[in-house]
């Protein structure tokens, strides 16, 4: 019987504030980010992620699931609710792990607005419009990276 060789796993070393900078928070710890986003993310949030992603504030409300009336609430108001405000992340840390994948921010925008075989033809950015989805276009960018798809 032969045996199989696999390299080892070896994680990537967590960068400083790693969560959250880019909608701009200062968090280090997972505790602080749940109480930043419980809190409400400020509404600038948004438009940090808009500028991210390369996309217009109507598709990016779109991928959030808020109507422009809800959208003008929220601005008005300065701050999102929590369940918004996790959607944000969400966004934000899928856009980081394209970022990670193709070192090249231009290059992940592009990525995430094509579809992919591996998430049944729907782009990333659609596909992760639940929190399931957005664990499955990480995890395809984990395979990726590890080069566990083509």
């Known amino acids: 019987m032969s045996e199989t ?7 990537k070393e967590p960068s400083p504030n790693r969560y ?20 409400g993310l400020p509404t600038a949030a948004f438009g940090r992620l808009q500028t991210l992603l390369g996309i217009s504030q ?11 009336a809800t959208l003008h ?13 996790e959607r944000l992340y969400r966004y934000a840390e899928v856009f980081e792990g394209a970022t990670t994948l193709f070192e090249d921010e231009a290059k992940a925008r ?3 607005g094509k579809p992919a075989l591996a998430l049944g033809g729907q782009t990333p950015l659609d596909f992760a419009r639940s ?6 276009v990480l995890d395809v960018i984990e395979r990726l990276e590890y080069g566990v798809l083509g």
């Open 5 to 11: 060789m696999f390299a080892p796993f070896i994680p």
């Open 73 to 85: 609430r929220r601005f008005a108001e300065g701050h999102f609710r929590a369940e918004e405000s």
């Open 131 to 136: 929190e399931q989805g957005a664990r499955e």
């Open 20 to 39: 959250g900078s880019g909608l701009g928070l200062d968090v280090s710890t997972v505790s602080d980010l749940l109480e930043r986003l419980e809190q």
């Open 58 to 68: 109507k598709a990016l409300a779109r991928y959030l699931g808020l109507s422009e």
């Open 110 to 112: 592009a990525w995430l």
